[in-house]
């Protein structure tokens, strides 16, 4: 079976119907009924429950769940996939024991309204809310980011209701039944991978902040800076010489190893230098150092110096 585009996924979305998406095969190796939580009704709560199968759940926003004042359920996540649950939610008026279907649409569109507050819903209850990572599926190749981006990209709430798609004997769905699954129910199916690839064709997510020039012990440089739009970190380029696209060009990828390139450390175990680096791009006379930066840089240069320590003491 052909897998729809996610042009067209998108396009469903838009229109408050629900999709399919599934993950990689090394992964959770599932598929998830997915559909805009601003569009969700009490028959759409009612057909993921009675044909999805699985926990319905409300993808939000990290900004969203902070608005919502919305608490992890715990405060260190041991789960296989790390998957972000809150703690569970019911809508603070307009409904009953909270378990029907029409009272589980009326939490998600609750949550989701647009001036939607911590004193819209009350803890706990029927709808599991789940926290997507800053940045979608770019960042985790999760259904839960999966539903966001989706949303986010029909022009919609940026969050989602979705639900596992289980067998009628209760095991999970893989490839060839959710094909059955979505010609039988005539709904359109695409992979999360698919999802990735169309944004990073579609969205810029480096923006160009700085540029130097750059003169030291080795040599002259253009140094620029980029911010990364997804997790905001800041990479650098060492450039020298004119670039030119069609030419061969010698490229140096340097992750920083801070007790070298900062301290000169001199240590046989440390990698290849920078300094190495920009001796080789001078001589060559044109090239570039492309050198990205890790959101856990400190904690990286703690752990640097505690193997150096191991190893001042004999220790592998």
């Not at 909270?98 to 209850?125: C, F, K, L």
């Not at 989706?150 to 999970?172: K, Q, T």
């Not at 199916?189 to 997510?205: H, P, Q, V």
Request: a negative charge.
């Amino acid at each position: 079976m052909q897998l729809n585009s996610i042009e067209d996924i998108i396009d469903d979305i838009r229109q408050g119907k629900m999709v399919i998406l599934m993950d990689d095969e090394d992964r959770e190796n599932e598929g998830d009924l997915i559909m805009a939580a601003s569009m969700v009704r009490a028959v759409d709560i009612n057909f993921m429950a009675r044909y999805g199968r699985g926990l319905i759940c409300l993808t939000l926003t990290k900004d969203r769940c902070e608005r919502l004042n919305l608490p992890l359920m715990v405060n260190k996540n041991s789960a296989a996939y790390g998957t972000n649950f809150t703690l569970s939610i019911e809508a603070a008026k307009g409904v009953t024991t909270g378990i029907s279907a029409a009272d589980r649409a009326t939490t998600v569109q609750a949550a989701v309204a647009p001036d939607a507050s911590e004193n819209d819903i009350v803890q706990p209850g029927h709808i599991f809310p789940i926290m997507a990572q800053p940045g979608g599926v770019l960042t985790r190749a999760g259904h839960t980011e999966a539903g966001c981006d989706l949303a986010r990209l029909a022009g919609l709430e940026p969050a989602a209701v979705i639900v596992e798609i289980l067998n009628e004997d209760g095991s999970m769905a893989r490839r060839p039944e959710l094909e059955a699954f979505a010609q039988e129910f005539g709904i359109k199916i695409g992979t999360i991978a698919d999802l990735i690839d169309y944004r990073l064709r579609k969205e810029r997510n480096l923006e160009r902040v700085a540029e130097c020039g750059m003169k030291n012990h080795i040599g002259e440089f253009r140094l620029i800076a980029y911010r990364d739009l997804i997790n905001n970190l800041v990479h650098f380029a060492l450039v020298k010489g004119d670039i030119k696209e069609k030419e061969p060009t010698l490229v140096r990828v340097h992750m920083p190893h801070y007790l070298n390139d900062v301290l000169g450390m001199k240590r046989s175990d440390t990698g290849w230098p920078l300094e190495d680096a920009m001796r080789h791009i001078e001589q060559e006379g044109k090239g570039v150092i492309v050198m990205l930066n890790k959101a856990d840089a400190q904690e990286e240069v703690v752990t640097q110096i505690i193997e150096c320590q191991k190893q001042d003491q004999g220790n592998p």
